[in-house]
């Protein structure tokens, strides 16, 4: 059988916290043409997507007028797609695959179409999309979801339960060879400072651990608009246990998995109503065998069982957060057991293994039927 050419889109092309994308990409078996720049993506890989911004001037004042029956942008991406001969299109975030529906159907391409968590619950983003997301359902061969309640969000926009498939992240293979330090006194949190993740409400709990165990240490890995707020808050509450370590890469991740005893992620509701979808730091703690505090929310509740591989609070619940990493810290075969439980968990249903094997089985029986 051979090869297929498919079409891989993402409006990033390196976003730093996007590394589900880049294990998805690396997962499928197939020619990859890596296009991306926007949601109707205006650069690719191998540089032979035009870019609508060099068109002429006449026809950018034509596309303004609305005189022109596709955008320049479209009529790049067709052309590039009729030229690489392309089989499938594999659009990441629901907005991308909204956008390059009128192409593929125009095309008679199968898409499929991948949704990672803002694009399925910011307010903001459903309103602009309500329409453009119906039109993507009735066209689209598969709606991926990453949790249970992503999947309920898909139906109630409109989407028919047959087409969407629950597939979550898995971690990539580094993980499952660390073996952590469950005597040590560090605390990980990994993430983007940005509302949803609340590194802020971490602060707070980790303030109130501090009280009681001053040896505990956090270490906060990532970046986001709201770093220097937390590192605020940390100076103006004196907290000494706290270390910002910006982004680090994979194996410098790794390694701070390896040397902690468990991870933290205070995970909420964001103003604009922004909800994760499963978060990938969570899983890729759970590979390294780290036991898990996080919060009853999203996808969260899917993998952690509260009080059997890691403990869960309700949103907000700072005082909640602080015993559960005290009570792991004072009992580490606690710690330990948890540990071991999320990496069995993980490797038994998430392993890549079984995530490529999933992914390229969808994708062939698309195929097939098309």
């Given at each position: 059988?051979?090869?297929?050419?498919?079409?891989?889109?993402?409006?990033s092309?390196?976003?730093?916290?996007?590394?589900?994308?880049?294990?998805?990409?690396?997962?499928?078996?197939?020619?990859?043409h890596?296009?991306?720049?926007?949601?109707?993506?205006?650069?690719?890989?191998?540089?032979?997507?035009?870019?609508?911004?060099?068109?002429?001037?006449?026809?950018?004042?034509?596309?303004?007028?609305?005189?022109?029956?596709?955008?320049l942008?479209?009529?790049?991406?067709?052309?590039?797609?009729?030229?690489?001969?392309?089989?499938?299109?594999?659009?990441?975030?629901?907005?991308?695959?909204?956008?390059?529906?009128?192409?593929?159907?125009?095309?008679?391409?199968?898409?499929?179409?991948?949704?990672?968590?803002?694009?399925?619950?910011?307010?903001?983003?459903?309103?602009?999309?309500?329409?453009?997301?119906?039109?993507?359902?009735?066209?689209?061969?598969?709606?991926?979801?990453?949790?249970?309640?992503?999947?309920?969000?898909?139906?109630?926009?409109?989407?028919?339960?047959?087409?969407?498939?629950?597939?979550?992240?898995?971690?990539?293979?580094?993980?499952?060879?660390?073996?952590?330090?469950?005597?040590?006194?560090?605390?990980?949190?990994?993430?983007?400072?940005?509302?949803?993740?609340?590194?802020?409400?971490?602060l707070?709990?980790?303030?109130?651990?501090?009280?009681?165990r001053?040896?505990?240490?956090?270490?906060?890995?990532?970046?986001?608009?709201?770093?220097?707020?937390?590192?605020?808050?940390?100076?103006?509450?004196?907290?000494?246990?706290?270390?910002?370590?910006?982004?680090?890469?994979?194996?410098?991740?790794a390694?701070?998995?390896?040397?902690?005893?468990?991870?933290?992620?205070?995970?909420?509701?964001?103003?604009?109503?922004?909800?994760?979808?499963?978060?990938?730091?969570?899983?890729?703690a759970?590979?390294?065998?780290?036991?898990?505090?996080?919060?009853?929310?999203?996808?969260?509740?899917?993998?952690?069982?509260?009080?059997?591989?890691?403990?869960?609070?309700?949103?907000?619940?700072?005082?909640?957060?602080?015993?559960?990493?005290?009570?792991?810290?004072?009992?580490?075969?606690?710690?330990?057991?948890?540990?071991e439980?999320?990496?069995?968990?993980?490797?038994?249903?998430?392993?890549?293994?079984?995530?490529?094997?999933?992914?390229?089985?969808?994708?062939?029986?698309?195929?097939?039927?098309?």
């Amino acid at each position: 059988m051979k090869k297929l050419n498919i079409c891989f889109s993402s409006p990033s092309k390196e976003a730093y916290s996007e590394t589900f994308v880049r294990n998805l990409r690396n997962s499928i078996d197939g020619n990859i043409h890596f296009c991306y720049g926007g949601f109707i993506p205006f650069h690719s890989e191998d540089s032979e997507l035009q870019n609508h911004y060099n068109a002429p001037l006449i026809f950018k004042g034509l596309e303004k007028l609305g005189y022109l029956k596709w955008s320049l942008a479209e009529r790049n991406l067709i052309k590039y797609l009729k030229r690489k001969n392309i089989d499938l299109i594999l659009a990441n975030y629901g907005q991308s695959g909204a956008e390059m529906t009128k192409v593929a159907k125009e095309l008679g391409i199968p898409m499929i179409v991948h949704f990672h968590g803002y694009d399925a619950s910011v307010n903001e983003v459903i309103q602009k999309y309500k329409v453009k997301y119906v039109s993507m359902f009735e066209y689209a061969s598969a709606i991926i979801v990453v949790s249970e309640e992503m999947k309920i969000n898909i139906i109630g926009l409109g989407c028919i339960p047959d087409k969407i498939h629950l597939i979550r992240y898995s971690p990539v293979e580094r993980f499952f060879e660390i073996s952590p330090d469950y005597n040590s006194n560090q605390v990980l949190a990994i993430g983007r400072f940005v509302e949803k993740k609340a590194p802020y409400l971490s602060l707070l709990a980790m303030k109130e651990v501090e009280k009681i165990r001053p040896d505990i240490k956090i270490k906060f890995i990532g970046d986001g608009p709201l770093l220097n707020i937390c590192k605020d808050i940390a100076e103006g509450l004196n907290l000494k246990c706290v270390d910002f370590a910006g982004v680090l890469s994979p194996n410098e991740i790794a390694f701070e998995m390896g040397i902690s005893f468990c991870f933290i992620q205070h995970s909420k509701t964001a103003s604009n109503g922004n909800r994760e979808g499963t978060p990938v730091a969570i899983l890729e703690a759970m590979a390294s065998g780290i036991p898990i505090v996080s919060t009853f929310h999203a996808g969260i509740p899917d993998i952690i069982q509260n009080g059997i591989n890691g403990y869960l609070v309700k949103e907000g619940d700072i005082e909640g957060m602080a015993k559960a990493i005290i009570k792991l810290y004072d009992d580490r075969d606690l710690a330990k057991r948890m540990g071991e439980e999320n990496k069995k968990f993980i490797f038994k249903y998430h392993s890549q293994v079984l995530y490529k094997e999933t992914w390229n089985k969808l994708i062939n029986k698309i195929i097939i039927k098309n």
